[in-house]
T-cell receptor
Framework: DTGVSQDPRHKITKRGQNVTFRCDPI?????LYWYRQTLGQGPEFLTY????????KSRLLSDRFSAERPKGSFSTLEIQRTEQGDSAMYLC??????????????FGSGTRLTVV | TQLLEQSPQFLSIQEGENLTVYCNSS?????LQWYRQEPGEGPVLLVT?????EVKKLKRLTFQFGDARKDSSLHITAAQPGDTGLYLC???????????FGTGTRLKVLA
């Protein structure tokens, strides 16, 4: 297993266009998370899946954002009608959690989105 | 609302110096993790502390979890340029599964 993979690494798009990012988690991890990080700040939670079920969405995730995790494996994050404020690093992480035990995430390298 | 405050925000030191980074909260955390992030990359997990008062060592890095599980510190001995990066504490407040990140400490170690 090569860890958490994200694609693409970089995306430049014009305002108003739609973009889709992909995340492939560590295969045995049942939880998958999306975070957004702006320059110099810590990551902010966007949404979280346990297997294929999306269990929580942050209020940061406006109607223009949608995430899926079909079959509980890879996940996609789509942003419709992009705005300049969407420019950020989008990070995916996965973890193996059971009960209340939790010991940290494995992050991907992120997708840096620039909206021009 | 940001529940994890880190200090200092920025730190620039000479190679060989020691430093401590603090992570504080008014909330109790089930566990705390420390990550280091380099530009253009995702955060990399350094350590997890779970028990109040716990101390963990990772080579020149010493991590401590406060007795009340509301704070943590990271001490680096004899810093090296390779330690340069953004250090983040993170964890789930007790009673929640929501995982939040601290404000981050950007460290630069000059050769």
């Amino acid at each position: 297993d090569t860890g958490v993979s994200q694609d693409p690494r970089h995306k430049i798009t014009k305002r108003g266009q739609n973009v889709t990012f992909r995340c492939d988690p560590i295969s045995e991890h049942n939880r998958l998370y999306w975070y957004r990080q702006t320059l110099g700040q810590g990551p902010e939670f966007l949404t979280y899946f346990q297997n294929e079920a999306q269990l929580e969405k942050s209020r940061l995730l406006s109607d223009r954002f949608s995430a899926e995790r079909p079959k509980g494996s890879f996940s996609t994050l789509e942003i419709q009608r992009t705005e300049q404020g969407d420019s950020a690093m989008y990070l995916c992480a996965s973890s193996l959690s059971s009960g209340t035990g939790f010991y940290g995430y494995t992050f991907g390298s992120g997708t840096r989105l620039t909206v021009v | 609302t940001q529940l994890l405050e880190q200090s200092p925000q920025f730190l620039s030191i000479q190679e060989g110096e020691n430093l401590t980074v603090y992570c504080n909260s008014s909330s109790v955390f089930s566990s705390l993790q420390w990550y280091r992030q380099e530009p253009g990359e995702g955060p990399v997990l350094l350590v997890t502390v779970v028990t109040g008062g716990e101390v963990k060592k990772l080579k020149r890095l010493t991590f401590q979890f406060g007795d009340a599980r509301k704070d943590s510190s990271l001490h680096i001995t004899a810093a090296q340029p390779g330690d340069t990066g953004l250090y983040l504490c993170a964890g789930p407040p007790s009673g929640t599964y929501k995982y939040i990140f601290g404000t981050g400490t950007r460290l630069k170690v000059l050769a």
